[in-house]
T-cell receptor, first 111, second 110 residues
Framework: DAGVTQSPTHLIKTRGQQVTLRCSPK?????VSWYQQALGQGPQFIFQ???????QRGNFPDRFSGHQFPNYSSELNVNALLLGDSALYLC??????????FGSGTRLTVV | ELKVEQNPLFLSMQEGKNYTIYCNYS?????LYWYRQDPGKSLESLFV?????AVKQEGRLMASLDTKARLSTLHITAAVHDLSATYFC??????????FGTGTRLQVFP
């Protein structure tokens, strides 16, 4: 039973570019949440998707957007990248909450 | 706004010693999680505490939750080098999103 799968594992982008990160949830999970973890800090909630809709959102600008597909997989898009967007992006899946499974993350470096 | 604070932020301890990491949060919640993170890696779930007075133990780690005091503790017994990592607590306000603490970086030396 596969856990949460994220791709790519690493990528480097230039300021102003756009990036798409992908997440496949654990089997049986229908909710996907995205977190940003800057170096040396705790993860911060970006947004959550359930039934293909954004259910709630953290304190992140509109440059951060997402999508959930009918198979529950999800994408995180970031436009107009800034140096400060460099971080580890974590995807967590859950079902009826109480337990979250995190993926291995995507390390984004903006230069 | 919910705030989650951990202390200490950094802990250097000798193998075989005991210590406790504290997690305080500012708003009532009865759902608290502990995670371990190795450098450059993702979050590994350690404990899920879902009620006042909950206590869970796994190996040398024991976690407890006091919802009235808004406090959770992670106790380390007879530390070993393999426990070296960063430990995070996270609170869920029944909103299905986790608010993480600042993290405690634990280093265990011989």
């Amino acid at each position: 039973d596969a856990g949460v799968t994220q791709s790519p594992t690493h990528l480097i982008k230039t300021r102003g570019q756009q990036v798409t990160l992908r997440c496949s949830p654990k089997s049986g999970h229908d909710t996907v949440s995205w977190y940003q973890q800057a170096l040396g800090q705790g993860p911060q909630f970006i947004f959550q998707y359930y039934e293909e809709e954004e259910r709630q959102r953290g304190n992140f600008p509109d440059r951060f957007s997402g999508h959930q597909f009918p198979n529950y997989s999800s994408e995180l898009n970031v436009n107009a990248l800034l140096l400060g967007d460099s971080a580890l992006y974590l995807c967590a899946s859950s079902s009826r909450v109480l337990s979250y499974t995190f993926g291995s993350g995507t390390r984004l470096t903006v230069v | 706004e919910l705030k989650v604070e951990q202390n200490p932020l950094f802990l250097s301890m000798q193998e075989g010693k005991n210590y406790t990491i504290y997690c305080n949060y500012s708003t009532t919640s009865d759902r608290l999680y502990w995670y371990r993170q190795d450098p450059g890696k993702s979050l590994e779930s350690l404990f899920v505490l879902l009620s006042n007075g909950a206590v869970k133990q796994e190996g040398r780690l024991m976690a407890s939750l006091d919802t009235k005091a808004r406090l959770s503790t992670l106790h380390i017994t007879a530390a070993v080098h393999d426990l070296s990592a960063t430990y995070f607590c996270a609170v869920d306000l029944n909103t299905d999103k986790l608010i993480f603490g600042t993290g405690t970086r634990l280093q265990v030396f011989p």
